[in-house]
């Protein structure tokens, strides 16, 4: 379920705080700090991040020797460069542009977009347990028994595509609650366990006994796949 980019960033604090927090959402990164090497990898990732400004040979060039290089691999253009003429020059071999400073979930979901248009996620549905389907590419849970699909509250949605970014880990709660929420765990707190309780009630055929969304006690949930 991890989803592998490439991403180019010469500017190390920038690149390292993105990194982590691309990792910390389930993808898989690899990070260059220039352009030079890229197009050796790009085959082996399914969307690209690309700052514009690189030592060396500048983003726009990067972009279209990867472009050619590997069509079908979306490039997604990140910079601080702001103009109408810039973004023009970069949509004509990116397929998204994205201005600096920028919100991690605007991002994130703009490079899930570029990846479902592509082809680039995994389409077969996955089963858990014996009564639940997952589509993951069009992000949609059925009750395999009726056929119908389960609705789910946007953070209960989250959870269970968080889970099966990390399928058979073992996830402690604060990471959990920290990649949802985008705050600072504090002990004590309650507001993850009610959602997971909650969910449950809709995954499993007996919500006090789950044999999906496992609890481990005193660390935190797993998934198993």
């Known amino acids: 379920m991890k989803r592998n980019v490439l991403y180019i960033e010469d500017n190390e604090k920038i690149g390292s705080l993105l990194k982590e927090e691309?990792?910390?959402?389930?993808?898989?990164?690899?990070?260059l700090l220039s352009g030079e090497d890229a197009e050796r990898e790009v085959n082996q990732h399914e969307v690209v991040i690309l700052d514009i400004m690189l030592p060396g040979l500048d983003g726009f060039t990067v972009g279209k020797r990867l472009k050619k290089?590997?069509?079908a691999v979306p490039i997604l253009l990140l910079s601080a460069r702001t103009s109408i003429g810039d973004k023009v020059?970069?949509?004509?071999?990116?397929?998204?542009?994205?201005?600096?400073?920028?919100?991690?979930d605007e991002l994130i979901a703009r490079l899930e977009v570029l990846i479902r248009r592509s082809g680039g996620t995994h389409s077969e549905r996955i089963s858990l347990g014996n009564q639940i389907e997952v589509d993951?590419?069009?992000?949609?849970?059925?009750?395999?028994?009726?056929?119908?699909?389960?609705?789910?509250?946007?953070k209960q949605h989250q959870i269970l595509m968080y889970f099966l970014r990390h399928p058979n880990q073992?996830?402690?709660?604060?990471?959990?609650?920290e990649a949802i929420w985008e705050e600072a765990f504090i002990t004590g707190d309650k507001t993850l366990m009610v959602h997971i309780h909650r969910l449950r009630q809709k995954l499993e055929r007996y919500p006090d006994s789950p044999e999906i969304i496992e609890t481990l006690k005193g660390i935190g949930y797993r998934v198993k796949l």
């Open 22 to 31: 691309l990792e910390r959402r389930g993808f898989s990164v690899q990070w």
């Open 170 to 177: 073992v996830l402690p709660k604060e990471q959990i609650y």
């Open 136 to 154: 993951p590419e069009g992000q949609m849970v059925f009750d395999k028994r009726t056929g119908e699909e389960i609705i789910l509250t946007g």
């Open 89 to 104: 020059d970069g949509l004509q071999f990116a397929d998204d542009y994205v201005t600096k400073p920028f919100h991690t």
């Open 69 to 71: 290089a590997a069509p």
